[in-house]
């Protein structure tokens, strides 16, 4: 089946501007993760759903960012007025009954 | 001090030869733990997981894992030019499948 799938795969922006990142999960997968990897780091956790749970937003660095997932399935993050310090590349990951997290491919975002 | 610590590398390695990764954490609740790959401009992709202390043997890999010293390793054997790759350690700190925090990784380079 089709795996996790992200859009856009790349997006340039101007500083100020919002952006909406878009991420489509394994069909079935309850869990969705938003990570966000700058150059030469590690993942960073930003944000995790769990069915209709409250979300986990412990890990978004401001109240620039938000994140929805509606009808249990597509998940959108969106920063507003975007910094150049959120040029990084965004991942998003699901997961089944198991303990593997499926990454997508990323958005690489790029505020000038 | 980071919570998952990684030496960043390079690790070179000559084909064949035994390459071994380490990772440690800082939470001793820490429950689960697992190893990425990443190749380079891709997304992560789990290779191993591992709860208990001792070893866990997948093919040409096995991780290790020492609660008491709060270490996990994966040991890569027959290195192969493409397991040229940064490898990510993950740490789950509660029950379940929640939140991992990952490490900076630690870059690969077999040569052959």
């Known amino acids: 089946g089709a795996g996790v799938s992200q859009s856009p795969s790349n997006k340039v922006t101007e500083k100020g501007k919002d952006v909406e990142l878009r991420c489509d999960p394994i069909s079935g997968h309850t869990a969705l993760y938003w990570y966000r990897q700058s150059l030469g780091q590690g993942l960073e956790f930003l944000i995790y759903f769990q069915g209709n749970s409250a979300p986990d937003k412990s890990g978004l660095p401001s109240d620039r960012f938000s994140a929805e997932r509606t009808g249990g399935s597509v998940s959108t993050l969106t920063i507003q007025r975007t910094q150049q310090e959120d040029s990084a590349v965004y991942l998003c990951?699901?997961?089944?009954?198991?303990?593997?997290?499926?990454f997508g491919p990323g958005t690489r975002l790029l505020v000038l | 001090q980071k919570e998952v610590e990684q030496n960043s590398g390079p690790l070179s390695v000559p084909e064949g030869a035994i390459a071994s990764l380490n990772c440690t954490y800082s939470d001793r609740g820490s429950q689960s733990f697992f190893w990425y790959r990443q190749y380079s401009g891709k997304s992560p992709e789990l290779i191993m997981s591992i709860y208990s202390n001792g070893d866990k043997e997948d093919g040409r890999f096995t991780a290790q894992l020492n609660k008491a010293s709060q270490y996990v390793s994966l040991l890569i054997r027959d290195s192969q030019p493409s397991d040229s790759a940064t490898y990510l350690c993950?740490?789950?700190?509660?029950?379940?499948?929640?939140?991992?925090?990952f490490g900076t990784g630690t870059r690969l380079l077999v040569s052959p």
């Open positions: 993950a740490v789950n700190r509660g029950t379940g499948f929640q939140k991992l925090v």
């Open positions: 990951a699901s997961r089944g009954v198991g303990e593997t997290q499926y």
